[in-house]
Nanobody, 125 residues
Framework: QVQLVESGGGLVQAGDSLRLSCAAS????????MAWFRQAPGKEREFVAA????????YYADSVKERFTVSRENAKNTVYLQMNSLKPEDTAVYYC??????????????????WGHGTQVTVSS
């Protein structure tokens, strides 16, 4: 069993940066692939970024490439999402997810077993 708690969301202006954190509790965190998804009002949940258990493989949605960076510290049971050059269309609730997922399935929310409750990110223009 893995519990996930996101933090770091907030209200920022376009062009600003935020770093989201996802703290995991429970055993075997380092064996799970981790991902970030987001859901905007009236839209479906969408994939943002993922990182393999070793940190060696990272995957991004086209909409966030070159702006967002996913990383993890297994010693701290934490995964991060550094978000730069934020845009109003990045406004959403951001969710952290964990699962034993391998490519090419890392972008599918159905493959993740554990989810956090989300953190709100609002980007004003």
């Amino acid at each position: 069993q893995v519990q996930l708690v996101e933090s770091g969301g907030g209200l920022v202006q376009a062009g600003d940066s935020l770093r989201l954190s996802c703290a995991a509790s429970g055993r075997s965190f380092s064996t799970y692939g981790m991902a970030w998804f987001r859901q905007a009002p009236g839209k479906e949940r969408e994939f943002v970024a993922a990182i393999r258990w070793s940190g060696g493989g990272k995957y991004y949605a086209d909409s966030v490439k070159e702006r967002f960076t996913v990383s993890r510290e297994n010693a701290k049971n934490t995964v991060y999402l550094q978000m730069n050059s934020l845009k109003p269309e990045d406004t959403a609730v951001y969710y952290c997810a964990a699962g034993r997922v391998t490519p090419p399935l890392v972008t599918s929310s159905l493959e993740y077993t554990y989810w956090g409750h989300g953190t709100q990110v609002t980007v004003s223009s």
